[in-house]
């Protein structure tokens, strides 16, 4: 293999030989050579294989496209992924390619409509993401780039096929996209979110995603509103390694939090290769803006139990809201932290006791304002507790959404 840099700044780079910014990276003609990309497959509806002579486009930059120096390893940069343009006819056809990203992780892809993604290697000999993907509907209009510019209304100037996203390595506890642990880094390793936004975003965080796909809300022709996807990878490694879950199999769409275009909804799963594909139910544009959590196994279980009881307490005629069905809230693990809030019409004294039989044991004094506090506290085991004002009236308290987390259940 010729030496590093030989003829072009990114060429027959090697894994001690960091790419250089904005600069595309060139075609894997050698084994050791890394921050390059290999040929492309196309794929016929009727499953034919034909290799393309096409070359990916990707590369390594932040958002200052001026700067030429080398790319940060540390997920601080982001990478390009594209095959560019399409035909609507090729639109049928799936393509794969892979790219050596070298020091680079690939945790999260976003990118058109993808299929699927592998992930191999590890940061001492290079990491490589095999991708699979097909061209999607691309609706543009000149400064369409957020939901406030791109409302209902909007009608596209034109419109492109195409396969083109983003891939980053997440930072461990950084001002950049970060996790907490490189453990969780190493779970999420391989998750992608394939749509077809104009502009598009995502954020992660508190186990959850949040994305932002805008595009006009109709076609060119003014009637046709543009057809949108949302859809979510999550590695097994993530299902089950910070989830709790013991087999990707358990997950059903009711072991997901999902809000599509500010309402609460019940995602499609999928079981796939891998780990699990969530069509987050996304149809149309300007703004749906998903958020997706998928809870992990013992939430789900808190979930369950609370539904039950509201549906019995509906049966039994007493109300199903959370907020007036009991002034009791039992925890259901032992040493957990407790988050309840408690809506007050003055400001006032609080106090919370312990319940056990008919007897009360004060565990707590505060002084609250008027409005909506939090009290959080911590048990040593599994207890009921009351909550009331200084003039010994009960205040109902309702579950936040920690209680979910932590299994707190109301009981009558």
Partial sequence: MPAPRTGSQNSYLTIDTPPVRVLSWPKCEYASQVYCVEPVTE????????????????????NDYSLRDFCSLDGSDWMEMQLGQFTEAEMNNTYRWKVRTGRLEPNILMLGDTQRTKVTGDATAGWTIEITAKPAVKAYKQGCNTAAMCGNDTVAENVTYSIAGYLRMLGVNQAWPSVASTALRANLRG????????????????????VSAVSPHFLPDGKTMTPGFVKVFLPEAYVLGDRGYKSVAEVTPERFALTVYGAEKSPTVTVVEGGLLVDTGVTHFSDPSPVLKLLRADEQLAKQNLVALQQQQTTSGASSTASSASNYVRTAASGAKATLTINLTSAQKVRIYRKVGSRLTLLKTFSA???????????????TFVVKDAK?????????????????????
């Fill in 392 to 412: 010994g009236k009960t205040i109902p308290p309702r579950l936040s959404a920690s209680a979910y987390r932590l299994g707190l259940l109301l009981v009558r």
């Fill in 191 to 210: 998750t992608f979110i394939s749509t077809n936004g104009m502009a598009q975003s995502w954020e992660f965080g508190q186990d959850t995603f949040r």
């Fill in 369 to 383: 304002k008027k409005g909506t506090n939090k009290y959080v506290t911590v048990y040593a085991k599994t207890y």
């Fill in 43 to 62: 794929i016929s509806p009727a499953g034919v294989e034909t290799v393309l002579m096409k070359t990916p486009y990707s590369n390594c930059h932040n």
